[in-house]
């Protein structure tokens, strides 16, 4: 997985749920980034974190939660407060170093049933 | 905040043909730009990037050229194949403050043997 894991691959939610998404990395990157893909909408970032204990809300961060207790984790929790979560969840990696490209996990993908 | 535009949001190509992807951004502090190619189902792979610093870089059958008074950089890839057939996407990376990656909402590329 090049460093950065994302699980579960798949994810269903009832309507009125709280559910977390995982993304570990063991590339020692300080940077972590929760990113949304709909379909034509892009890549559109939720939250991210440069370093422990600290994250910035994105463009889109209402109805979803994020934590960065350790370096290596940075899960993405949506509440029942983002009307709309069924989605492409893309997490990411970077170097703290700014021009840097960024890795991504494999995805999950949402779906409200 | 940064805003990138990216045109066009389809592109078909016989194969063999050149295909170009333009992209716009706003902030005149970005100096990173990378590009990034997402087949279906899977995650954005960086396929080539450039910096503030050069106007153009070439790898193999893909370019890319950047223009820092226009704020404007396209991808050029040439000899197109079948399996350059993807979602491309560009993105632009502020040097101030937190750095975050600022996407465009991807063109998808149909190469037609």
């Known amino acids: 997985d090049g460093g950065i894991t994302q699980s579960p691959k798949y994810l269903f939610r009832k309507e009125g749920q709280n559910v977390t998404l995982s993304c570990e990395q063991n590339?020692?990157?300080?940077?972590m980034y929760w990113y949304r893909q709909d379909p034509g909408q892009g890549l559109r970032l939720i939250y991210y974190?440069?370093?422990?204990?600290?994250?910035q809300k994105g463009d889109i961060a209402e109805g979803y939660s994020v934590s960065r207790e350790k370096k290596e984790s940075f899960p993405l929790t949506v509440t029942s407060a983002q009307k709309n979560p069924t989605a492409f969840y893309l997490c990411?990696?970077?170097?703290?170093?700014?021009?840097?490209?960024?890795?991504f996990g494999q995805g999950t993908r949402l779906t409200v049933v | 905040g940064e805003n990138v535009e990216q045109h066009p949001s389809t592109l078909s190509v016989q194969e063999g043909d050149s295909a170009v992807i333009k992209c716009t951004y706003s902030d005149s502090a970005s100096n990173y730009f990378p590009w990034y190619k997402q087949e279906l189902g899977k995650r954005p792979q960086l396929i080539i990037d450039i910096r503030s610093n050069v106007g153009e870089k070439k790898d193999q059958r893909i370019a890319v050229t950047l223009n820092k008074t226009a704020k404007h950089f396209s991808l050029h890839i040439t000899e197109t194949q079948p399996e350059d057939s993807a979602v491309y996407f560009c993105?632009?990376?502020?040097?101030?403050?937190?750095?975050?990656?600022?996407f465009g909402k991807g063109t998808m590329l149909l190469v037609s043997p």
């Open positions: 993105a632009a990376s502020s040097n101030s403050g937190y750095s975050t990656l600022t």
């Open positions: 590339l020692n990157h300080d940077a």
């Open positions: 974190s440069q370093i422990v204990n600290d994250f």
């Open positions: 990411a990696i970077r170097s703290r170093a700014r021009e840097t490209e960024a890795f």
